[in-house]
């Protein structure tokens, strides 16, 4: 079987390249059936059908020096066929999304077929799509902030090419592609790279589509539209001015089609989290009377120019609620649907619990925001930055090998952020990015993300692939190592957690002091490195020397007998949950001790309280020490979220919160789970 590597095709693109958006087309033929072999990328996006049908898209997120390509297989009856992509290049570097690594617009096919060789550019034919732009966000949002994500769009009715897909359609007007470069391969490259894009397999499968039945029209009832019963929207507008706000039922990741008949003017589209009114979010994420989206949405926007239109965002959209103001100056036939976009994981854990049922509510709802989160990789938050950050993402791995059993998406993360790491040693904070960001202590999560993924996977590569990453993360930290044998302060963002009273999320509030809970991380990823470095073939007891040394230290400098808690920084009368809960996950406390700073977690108000996020570690705690009525009380945060009305886990438990959808949150999927496991296996003993 042919290597599709050594192919002869290229990357081309559309003659000048400065299109934006452009459409790519490539006639074959087939005598018999055979089987369909590709490999594609592009840069910025594509999206690849084969005979008229979505085949996928990509490529999967990276960066240049890690490029990824997607391969497709199939089953091809003999006949005439037709492969086409259309194409976007961020040409604007201001909004290009930060979680996207680019470099010039290109397109690239390698492929075959019955015979049959398919690279670009030979025999394929192109043309600049004129009909769709990206939109400026202060167009788009209605606010002055701009987000990290891609940029809305704008679509011109009557000036698509129409029916570009189908087989029949006549492409004689268009171009032959100009090429650009050839592909480069590392590992079939032993010269200078004929091209920045160094390529890869993506190693992940295609997001998955799962159609979404609109629940009602909350706004605009008043107009001829309906849901009908495949959950679709459809119905007439009359020439005039109309609002129209749809609640999909529940916060979804969605990609909508849009399809109208006839009509004149232009429409926006509008995607939000929660309602506003009178400018103030609804605490309640309920249907509110009154309530719209408004200028707290983002929003793509069509113009209508009558006749036949279809209309498909590039990327996915967020939010429970959209809402559409139309001006037209004719009537119009619409068709609205949507579908969820998401990482196709598939569930197998469940869970039960008939004597608290509300439990199976928060377990639900968490594995619904993880889902929401993840897609080419996972992510902070669909709505806002689109990141991956490794803080959230190692909360979001576990749910995945616990729940799913699929550890591909955790895989690629850990080797990411192995691939981002600077010359200190640090990786970055969030991955892939054009951003950079370094947060000291998530590099010590990564190594975390490590055992944990062969807690699930117990495969050594893993380990040895990664090895000098850990290395080089805990020498980072040794260095800043002070004659108190307590890590001092680093350099970078020192975040742990949004705490009331902690500036910027750090917990030495700005005094530069050593971080009782950076030390404690690092003694715990010595404890794992120690642990991991036989299957290395390498000798970890330096490792655990140093967490010995380290975890006396802060026993010495960072606790407090006179109150029986550890300090957030040695020498302040500064208590957090978060220090007192890690005191006793990394090891500093045991026993009675351990026990006493549960319950001083839980019932002592001088701590101050751990996040959503943070209390993933706090949930850890009474789970590791059985204390099972304080597990259920830190649940009732959740509880109480659910009562308001949400449907996903936002980022912050209070009203007011910027972010409904935050994976950070999503932790009680976790520990529910391991809390059933540790409960059945009690029984059996």
């Known amino acids: 079987m042919t290597d599709l590597r050594t192919l002869p095709g290229v990357w081309c693109r559309v003659p000048g390249g400065k299109a934006e958006y452009s459409l790519f087309r490539r006639r074959f033929h087939l005598d018999a059936d055979g089987v369909l072999r590709l490999l594609v990328s ?46 976007l290049f961020w040409s604007d570097g201001l909004r290009i999304p930060w979680s996207e690594v680019h470099f010039t617009p290109a397109f690239l096919l390698l492929g075959e077929c019955g015979g049959e060789e398919i690279s670009t550019p030979e025999h394929w034919r192109c043309l600049a799509d004129l009909s769709r732009s990206s939109r400026k966000w202060h167009d788009a949002w209605r606010r002055n902030a701009v987000t990290p994500i891609a940029p809305m769009e704008e679509f011109s009715s009557g000036r698509e090419v129409g029916n570009w897909k189908e087989g029949l359609f006549d492409d004689s007007s268009w171009i032959p592609p100009e090429k650009v470069a050839l592909p480069c391969f590392p590992e079939l490259c032993r010269t200078d790279p004929p091209s920045r894009w160094k390529l890869r397999d993506s190693g992940i499968p295609q997001m998955s589509s799962e159609p979404i039945r609109i629940a009602s029209v909350l706004y605009g009832t008043e107009e001829n539209l309906h849901i009908a019963s495949d959950g679709v929207l459809r119905g007439t507008l009359s020439a005039g001015r109309h609002t129209v706000l749809l609640d999909l039922g529940r916060y979804y990741t969605h990609v909508f089609c849009f399809k109208a008949s006839g009509g004149c003017g232009s429409i926006r589209i509008a995607y939000g989290e929660a309602l506003f ?43 429970r609620y959209v809402e559409l ?10 068709e609205l649907s949507f579908s969820f976009l998401a990482y196709p994981l598939k569930r197998q854990a469940t869970f039960q619990s008939p004597e608290d049922p509300v439990l199976e509510r928060i377990f639900e709802t968490a594995w619904h925001t993880a889902r929401c989160c993840a897609h080419e990789h996972y992510e902070d938050c669909p709505y806002w930055e689109q990141m991956q950050y490794v803080g959230d993402t190692r909360i979001q791995a576990l749910i995945s090998y616990i729940g799913s059993g699929d550890g591909r998406l955790g895989r690629q993360a850990i080797r990411q952020f192995d691939e981002s790491r600077i010359g200190s040693g640090l990786t970055m904070s969030r991955y892939p990015s054009n951003f950079r960001q370094i947060i000291p202590g998530f590099s010590l999560f990564w190594i975390m993300m490590i055992d944990d993924y062969h807690s699930f996977f117990p495969d050594a590569e893993v380990i040895c692939e990664h090895w000098n990453g850990i290395r080089d993360v805990l020498d980072y930290f040794e260095k800043h190592c002070e004659e108190s044998g307590l890590i001092g302060p680093v350099g970078g963002w020192n975040f742990s957690d949004w705490v009331p009273g902690w500036p910027n999320g750090k917990s030495d509030r700005g005094e530069d002091l050593p971080e009782t809970l950076l030390n404690l991380l690092y003694a715990e990823s010595c404890r794992l490195a120690e642990e991991l470095a036989p299957l290395a073939g390498r000798d970890g007891r330096e490792y655990g020397e140093r967490r010995k040394r380290v975890l006396d230290a802060v026993n010495r400098h960072c606790y407090s007998e006179a109150t029986g808690l550890y300090t957030d920084v040695p020498g302040r009368p500064w208590y957090s949950q978060h220090v007192n809960a890690w005191a006793v996950l990394a090891g500093a406390a045991e026993g009675r001790k351990a026990e006493e700073l549960a319950e001083a977690v839980m019932r002592d108000s001088r701590l101050s309280p751990c996040s959503l996020y943070f209390s993933f570690y706090l949930l850890e705690l009474m789970r590791r020490l059985n204390r099972r009525e304080d597990f ?53 003993k």
């Not at 979010?281 to 929003?299: F, L, M, Q």
């Not at 103001?325 to 619409?334: I, M, R, T, Y």
């Not at 308001?644 to 949150?665: K, L, M, N």
């Open 42 to 87: 592009a840069d910025s996006r594509y999206n690849l059908y084969l005979d008229g049908k979505l085949l996928g898209r990509g490529p999967v997120r990276g960066d240049l020096e890690h490029y990824h390509c997607e391969r497709y297989e199939q089953d091809v009856a003999s006949g005439d066929h037709l492969l086409c992509a259309e194409v």
């Open 277 to 319: 009114e009178n400018g103030k979010k609804c605490a309640d994420r309920g249907p509110v009377s009154g309530a719209r989206i408004g200028e707290n949405g983002y929003a793509d926007r069509i113009l209508l120019a009558g006749g036949k239109t279809e209309f498909r965002p590039f990327w996915y959209r967020s939010g």
């Open 325 to 334: 103001e139309f001006e037209l100056s004719e009537s119009l036939l619409l």
């Open 632 to 684: 259920r009380r830190l649940l009732n945060r959740w509880e109480k979220i659910l009562e308001r009305g949400y449907t996903t886990f936002p980022e912050c438990p209070w009203p007011e919160t910027r972010s409904d959808c935050h994976a950070w949150s999503a932790g009680p999927f976790y520990h529910l789970l391991k809390f059933q496991f540790q409960q059945n296996e009690g029984e059996k």
